[in-house]
Structure formats: structure tokens, C-alpha cells
């Protein structure tokens, strides 16, 4: 069993420790956090041992009447992987720590791609990740993208990709995200970073990206061109990224037109959260001109790197190769629409 610890339950962490908590070799062996919240409440009533992140903060969980078991040094020292699921910046401030006591670690896509051995995605380059000690597992954007971009390089080959990337303004708790009533090209320059981002998966490949952020909260939208390196017929198209587990393809009978009715979908489905892990590809948009090919995407962005974290973790131990995690973890979270 793979000692599992977890740096930060917030967004991505908490999904990560609930994915973790269900596979048949791994044990989370602790949680940290930074101050006492309704999160580190839930970590708590969930069983999960509680860290302290800030030393100086301890104090905090103690007048909050939360229990913790030490500070996060004494997690990171006795875990096998720790999963750095902190915000932005700090994963890079915490590797030295993971150094110290000589724990593998893995951050999440908002770190910069230098300060790891590899960046990770389980679909295009899982053994990349093959005893690595720090592993980066890529953004939604970017692991939306990849999953997608594997499969045409495989069968067609791919001459150019060029996404349009429709960004929600923050998710559901961010409330102090915005836009609130406006559009806006983000970046203003062109490329975005997803297309470099992507390309530390893909290091061939030609891609240019072009971002915009709106007023909402549920999920990314991915308008896709891929230049292929042959003519195909959109039903091919759709029949091979239908044998994809990752790749969920909307049929028109569902009605679902959008990111509200598909989040919808997700929690009568009986998603925990209403997560929604896979790339969700409106099947009647999959259309070719030539060797072009066209296609729209939803990307819930809350949740579709926890199976990549998980497949990381077995990557880095050495515990099962890309088709056995993959397949372990899509069994145990129920992955397939």
C-alpha cells in the first residue's frame, strides 16, 4: 500500500484524497493545511489525519477544536508520495522540503514546468514519470488538451493543432474572481501558455492557443482545429476518440448544449461533486473538412487532473504500468458517462 500524503485540500486536494482513499493500493496517511476552515472541518469528519502546513499556525486548529497529528514535516517524512495540491507558487517554495527528507512529490499544472522532471499526462507519456522525483501533472486546459491530442497523433498523425480557450472566470467558491460582466482576451497575446504548457507533453508538436475568460463558473469550452496528417471521415473520427475512456462523447439524443445541463448530468449521474473527470466532446460538432478537423470540448477544470494525480502516483512508485493504472483508476471512480 502507498503511503499517500496530501499538501493542501482545497480544490484539487480534497478530490485527490477522496480518488486516493478508493484505490486498492493506497492509503492516504494525512491531509495538511494552512488554517482551520470549513475544508479541514470535512477532513476531519472524513477520518483523514490533519496537518498543520504553517508552523506558526498551529495554535489556530487547536482554539478551532480541530485535532491535528503533528506538523506537515512529520507527514512528508513518513509518506511514500506526497501530492502538493497547493495554490500556485507555493508548491515550488515547498520542494526543498520534499528534498530534505527525500519524498517523491507531485504539484499540480500552476508550477512552472522547470522546476520538475517531467510534466505528466497518464494517456500520452505516463512512463516519462518512471521513478522521477518531482513530476508535474499538467492544468485542465493542458490535460484536456493532451487526451485528445494523443489519440489523433497515434492513428493520424497531427500537422497542427489550434484551440480556442473559453476559460471560466473562477470556480464556484472563488469569490474573488471575476470577470463579472465582461469578456476578456486572456492573454492578450498570442500564444497562450497552454500551447507551450502542452507541448511539455508533446515536445514535436506545432500547437497555438488562443485564451479568453467569461463570466462563469462550471467549465472550460475548448473550440479545437487539428491540421491532420491525412484526409478522414468525421464518423471515424468520432468512432476512434469514442474508444477512449477519458473522452466523453455527448450524443445529440441527450439535449445536453451546454456546460449547465452537463454538470446537471454529472450529479443525477451520482458524481460526487458533480465532478465530471472526462474531456466531454459534443459528438455532432466532430466534423472534417479535408484534413482538417473541428470539434467543441467542455473541461471541467475542478476535476479532470484527480485521475491524472492518481495515475501519477503509480507512475513515480513504480506500482503498476499506464494501461493497469488507468484501468484501475477509471474502475475504482467510476469513470465513463
Not at 492509503?27 to 469528519?45: C, D, I, W
Not at 472550460?220 to 477519458?246: F, G, I, K, Q, Y
Amino acid at each position: 500500500m502507498q503511503q499517500v500524503a496530501i499538501n493542501g485540500y482545497g480544490t484539487i486536494g480534497k478530490r485527490v484524497a477522496d480518488a486516493v482513499r478508493q484505490q486498492p493500493d493506497m492509503e492516504v496517511l494525512g491531509v495538511a493545511k494552512t488554517r482551520p476552515n470549513f475544508e479541514a472541518e470535512t477532513a476531519v469528519e472524513k477520518g483523514f489525519p490533519l496537518y498543520a502546513a504553517v508552523e506558526e499556525r498551529e495554535h489556530l486548529f487547536d482554539e478551532a477544536g480541530l485535532e491535528i497529528a503533528g506538523p506537515v514535516e512529520d507527514l512528508v517524512a513518513e509518506a511514500d508520495v506526497v501530492v502538493d495540491a497547493t495554490p500556485s507558487g507555493i508548491g515550488a517554495q515547498n520542494k526543498a522540503l520534499y528534498e530534505e527528507y527525500d519524498t517523491p512529490a507531485l504539484y499540480q499544472g500552476g508550477e512552472d514546468a522547470d522546476l520538475v522532471d517531467t510534466s505528466f499526462n497518464a494517456r500520452s507519456n505516463f512512463e516519462d514519470a518512471a521513478d522521477a522525483d518531482h513530476v508535474r501533472v499538467v492544468s485542465c486546459n493542458t490535460t484536456g488538451l493532451s487526451r485528445i491530442i494523443a489519440p489523433l497523433r497515434e492513428e493520424y498523425g497531427v500537422e497542427k493543432v489550434r484551440a480556442t480557450l473559453v476559460r471560466r472566470g473562477g470556480d464556484p467558491g472563488q469569490t474573488s474572481r471575476g470577470p463579472i460582466n465582461d469578456i476578456l482576451p486572456n492573454p492578450v497575446t498570442i500564444p497562450s501558455h497552454h500551447g507551450p504548457d502542452v507541448e511539455t507533453i508533446f515536445d514535436d508538436l506545432d500547437i497555438d492557443t488562443l485564451g479568453m475568460k467569461v463570466p462563469a463558473t462550471l467549465m472550460h469550452m475548448h473550440s479545437l482545429n487539428v491540421t491532420l496528417e491525412a484526409e478522414v471521415d468525421a464518423a471515424e473520427v468520432r468512432e476512434l476518440l469514442a474508444d477512449e475512456s477519458r473522452l466523453f462523447l455527448i450524443p445529440e439524443r441527450m439535449d445536453i448544449d451546454g456546460s449547465g445541463k452537463l454538470k446537471e448530468y454529472a450529479m443525477d449521474a451520482g458524481r460526487p461533486r458533480g465532478d465530471i473527470w472526462e474531456n466531454c466532446i459534443w459528438e455532432e460538432s466532430i466534423s472534417t473538412v479535408g484534413d482538417d478537423l473541428y470539434l467543441f470540448q467542455g473541461i471541467h477544470q475542478e476535476s479532470d487532473v484527480v485521475p491524472e494525480n492518481v495515475d501519477a502516483i503509480r507512475a513515480v512508485t513504480g506500482s503498476a504500468d499506464a494501461a493497469e493504472s488507468i484501468e484501475t483508476t477509471n474502475e475504482t471512480l467510476g469513470i465513463g458517462l
